[in-house]
Antibody, heavy 122, light 109 residues
Framework: QVQLVQSGAEVKKPGASVKVSCKAS????????ISWVRQAPGQGLEWMGW????????NYAQKLQGRVTMTTDTSTSTAYMELRSLRSDDTAVYYC???????????????WGQGTLVTVSS | QSALTQPASVSGSPGQSITISCTGT?????????VSWYQQHPGKAPKLMIY???KRPSGVSNRFSGSKSGNTASLTISGLQAEDEADYYC?????????FGGGTKLTVL
């Protein structure tokens, strides 16, 4: 069965960086991309971007351009999302999700990770 | 890209039907039949309920249905059950990005 298992919770200071991992299993990793979605406490979902696990192509949300980097390691079927220059409003649960539909902007996420809470606080 | 507009809350009694709207623009909802709907219970990851406007994934109850008219997509839940109480989010293809709605809290009275 398809599973996406994310790394554990993180606490970071403002200005620091965080790197969240997402290990995939149960399917051919390079046949799909990985998207990242975050949710601030008590707030809605926000699409952060996408990476192709096939060739590493990326598509980032405009508001995060320059601060976010998404990568994959095909040898371990793991995707990573690094966010730099953290601010208090980056405090959120970060989800990885498997998009279906063939587009980097596909809104169809059929499998989700369990979420990783990133807290940014001085 | 601005978030899609959803009502903050809706409610209904068991057995009734409710509809949640999701209003976008001609750059997203209006131009593509690529709207998904997600159900999220507290502390859990979202779950795909509807994709491509009106299709249900395997295992999702046929009490859930989706439709679209112009720039507005809708999710209808018929025969409300207690376990349907959750937050619901729409999400649309928007060309170079995907965009979510602000979410709707469904309360089953």
């Amino acid at each position: 069965q398809v599973q996406l298992v994310q790394s554990g919770a993180e606490v970071k200071k403002p200005g620091a960086s965080v790197k969240v991992s997402c290990k995939a299993s149960g399917y051919t990793f390079t046949s799909y991309g990985i998207s990242w979605v975050r949710q601030a406490p008590g707030q809605g979902l926000e699409w952060m971007g996408w990476i192709s696990a096939y060739n590493g192509n990326t598509n980032y949300a405009q508001k995060l351009q320059g601060r976010v980097t998404m990568t994959t390691d095909t040898s371990t079927s793991t995707a990573y999302m690094e966010l730099r220059s953290l601010r208090s409003d980056d405090t959120a649960v970060y989800y990885c999700a498997r998009p279906d539909g063939g587009s980097s902007s596909s809104p169809l996420f059929d499998y989700w990770g369990q979420g990783t809470l990133v807290t940014v606080s001085s | 890209q601005s978030a899609l507009t959803q009502p903050a809350s809706v409610s209904g009694s068991p057995g009734q039907s409710i509809t949640i709207s999701c209003t976008g623009t001609s750059s997203d909802v209006g131009s593509y039949n690529l709207v998904s709907w997600y159900q999220q219970h507290p502390g859990k990851a979202p779950k795909l309920m509807i994709y491509e406007g009106s299709k249900r994934p395997s295992g999702v109850s046929n009490r859930f249905s989706g439709s679209k008219s112009g720039n507005t997509a809708s999710l209808t839940i018929s025969g409300l059950q207690a376990e349907d109480e959750a937050d619901y989010y729409c999400c649309s293809y928007a060309g170079s990005s995907a965009v979510f709605g602000g979410g709707t809290k469904l309360t089953v009275l």
